[in-house]
């Protein structure tokens, strides 16, 4: 084991990935001389060259879709976006041709590519650069959605992304990179995609949280033992697609309480969807309503109080936990 | 600082000109100089001629001549409602599709748009094949799934049928560059309509392309309309392949009814992209006899515009040389043409008796490494 950043952790799972698999390359806006605009890709131009590490121009739907054709052909693209926001200009490749080629083509072409980068919100870089699209994404059939909130997560959950031989959106989160965590040095080290983890074990309310929000639900849970005795259980489901539901909804048949935490608009959020099947396969074991904190219903705003108030906090999702357990 | 001059230069320029800028020909034409031109053409024709076995030739007919009958059968059907959604036919452009891929080698790669049919046929597909697919039949070349947009052949190379206009750019250049990649010397041909040139999907592909030397080979057939909008209404530069120069991609104008120049426009393509890894970007000018798609008003065209082209249709061009040149006769050619017919009526009996894709199918081919949650977990 190695104390790691989540940085660090990404790193080493595309570089070790490099050098297993011939037909792997990356390619994105600086992520080969400048060395990664958040550094993810840090050293690996040098150490595996400009045919692996390829520095693209700004021209996301091209690049994309130039992946997605590679992969076509029998490559394993690593697409990056500087942040999942330039994203949204490739959304014609990501979801008409990579989340349905192997469907429309009768099987004949799979699409194994990772489109990976930060998602979310960062530091005061405001309403363009402060999106949680994994709604957007986890909406089609054909893709899978991954978001980790560890390092050994990031690092497991990048390398089986990148050996997996469907298209994968992998939500890094912008602030997050600079969180430390132990991560295990077997270079074969991976986790299955479509298993969530139990990030805390507890019997009084489940909290699911997903990237950003796993950290901040667990310092929730932190004091509302210390202080309340509430003993909340939290799960973070990694993938968003495929979900691991069985866990969750496991989880809330023992508990009877649930709060969904997420960085993203409220409205047809994956918390949404995850609120739907908690009453159709858990409904009578409920003992309170699901509760929903969200990021705030607006564009994310520049001035630094108000984009706190926009980002779920410790205090919000304690006072959910609350109101489920029916306290105060 | 110039200022602008809203005068042209000179008297006889003023002439020429029209009021959008475009210039007219020449009110006396120096008929001395057509026939000349003419001559010129012909010579170039005979030598086109010569470069290819008499087979090779009679070969070019069947295929263009197995494209227009099929075409014409798939219009028969879908009216008569044995086929559904979408039908996008290839009349007229025969000779594009013919001529470039017949300068291919059989594993270099084709891609194209929603109106496909014919790239699938002339890259080797089965008219059974494609008539199955439009059939929504699970023999069909995507079991179904595709349908008339969205052909595909994994064995024969051919990458799809794509029916977001100009989305097929960007993977083909992707194509291109995993050949690259591999250090193969296979090729890819990509084409697309005029329309898609308006599109960012096509600028960003040839930026790449030229900028990281990739093989492939753009062609652009200029029907002239996009669905029921000219070229003149959606385009601020007409001549799409000065375009090139954006990019210093290498371009040619080809004529789309001459299918021997479009296959020797191809062959210098091809030989740019499998020896020094460098794309072209083809224009083809060429028209196509039906409408856009099936449901056509055909209101934005005349009749008269329509039947001008058809005196250029590329199979009646072509079977001229062919009889000219005496390489051929036209007992051949009936013959070609009886066994193309019957081999289009072989895939609509093969399409109607194939079975419908079991109902287990819609939940396959989603994912190629499915994943079950509650499974992987106690695993």
Known sequence: ?328 | MTKPSAAPPSAAGAEEQSSTGVIDPPKDVDKKKLAKERDQAKERQKDRLSALEPAQLIDLYRQMTLIRRFEEKAAEVYVAGKIGGFCHLYIGQEAVAVGSISALRPDDYVLGSYREHGQALAKGMSARAIMAELYGKVTGCSKGKGGSMHMFDKELNFLGGHAIVGGQIPLATGIAFASKYKGTDQVTICYFGEAAVNQGAFHESLNMAQLWKLPCIYICENNQYGMGTSVDRAMSLRDIAQKSCAYEIASEFVDGMDVLAIREATLRAVERARKDYLPTLLEIRTYRFMGHSMSDPGNYRTRAEIEKYQERDPIKLFVASLLEEKITDQETLDKIDREVREEVEDSVKFAEESPLPPPEDLYTDVYANPIDPAKNRTA
């Open chain 1, 1 to 328: 084991m190695s104390t790691i950043t989540i940085r660090e952790a990404l790193n080493q799972a595309i570089r070790e990935e490099l050098a297993r698999d011939e037909t792997v390359f990356i390619m994105g806006e600086e992520v080969a001389e400048y060395d990664g605009a958040y550094k993810v890709t840090r050293g690996l131009f040098h150490e595996f060259g400009g045919k692996r590490v390829i520095d693209s121009p700004i021209t996301e739907l091209g690049f994309a879709g130039l992946g997605v054709g590679a992969a076509m052909a029998g490559l394993r693209p690593i697409i990056e976006f500087m942040t999942f926001n330039f994203s949204i200009l490739a959304t014609d490749q990501i979801v008409n041709s990579a989340a349905k080629m192997l469907y429309m083509s009768g099987g004949q072409f799979k699409i194994p590519i990772v489109f990976r980068g930060p998602g979310g919100s960062a530091f005061q870089v405001s309403s363009q650069h402060s999106q949680a699209l994994e709604s957007w994404y986890a909406y089609f059939p054909g893709l899978k959605v991954v978001m980790p909130s560890t390092a050994a997560d990031a690092k497991g959950l990048l390398k089986s992304s990148i050996r997996d031989d469907d298209p994968v959106i992998f939500i890094e989160q912008e602030r997050m990179y600079g969180n430390k965590g132990e991560v295990p040095d077997d270079p074969d080290f991976t986790i299955p995609l479509g298993v969530a983890d139990v990030k805390r074990e507890g019997k009084d309310v489940t909290i699911v949280a997903r990237s950003l929000m796993v950290p901040i639900a667990l310092k929730a849970a932190e004091k509302l033992e210390a202080e309340q005795g509430v003993s909340c259980e939290v799960i973070d489901p990694r993938t968003i697609r495929p979900l691991d539901l069985p866990t969750i909804i496991e989880s809330v048949k023992k508990t009877n309480r649930v709060v969904l935490a997420e960085e993203s608009h409220p409205i047809c959020g994956v918390n949404a969807e995850i609120s739907a099947a908690i009453m159709e396969h858990a409904f009578d074991y409920l003992d309170a309503p699901v509760k929903r904190v969200s990021g705030a219903d607006v564009p994310m705003p520049y001035a630094k109080n108000l984009e706190q108030l926009a980002i779920p906090d410790v205090d919000k999702i304690i006072a959910a936990v609350k109101e489920v357990a029916y306290l105060d």
